[in-house]
Nanobody, 131 residues
């Protein structure tokens, strides 16, 4: 089993920055692919960014150039650096992991668009951006 615990959420003004962290424990070898997803009230969960075991990344168009996903394998921690935050970024942010090894842009896009493919989820951390 894998446990994922997010932290780092909070309230910021538009233009501000936050860094989310996701600490993995347990059978962390089962998290070859990882991602950040978000869900705003009344909306479906959407992919923000994904990263594969080799470090390749893919971002949603809405966050490209503002957010950066990264991981520290020694610390079993996934990060999401969020800069130039906008009110529309307000949502609950979730960390997710999956045993599937993927490579190439097409498969990364599949992961980004398909949260149901991920086996492991954290409890979420709230991000609120005020104008």
């Amino acid at each position: 089993q894998v446990q994922l615990v997010e932290s780092g959420g909070g309230s910021v003004q538009a233009g501000g920055s936050l860094r989310l962290s996701c600490a993995a424990s347990g059978d962390t070898d089962r998290c070859n692919s990882m991602g950040w997803f978000r869900q705003a009230p009344g909306k479906e969960r959407e992919g923000v960014a994904v990263i594969n075991s080799g470090g390749s990344t893919l971002y949603a168009d809405s966050v490209k150039g503002r957010f950066t996903i990264s991981k520290d394998n020694a610390k079993n921690t996934l990060y999401l650096q969020m800069n130039s935050l906008k009110p529309e970024d307000t949502a609950m942010y979730y960390c997710a992991g999956d045993p599937t090894r993927v490579s190439g842009w097409l498969l990364l896009r599949v992961l980004l668009r398909s949260p149901s493919r991920f086996d492991y989820w954290g409890q979420g951390t709230q991000v609120t951006v005020s104008s």
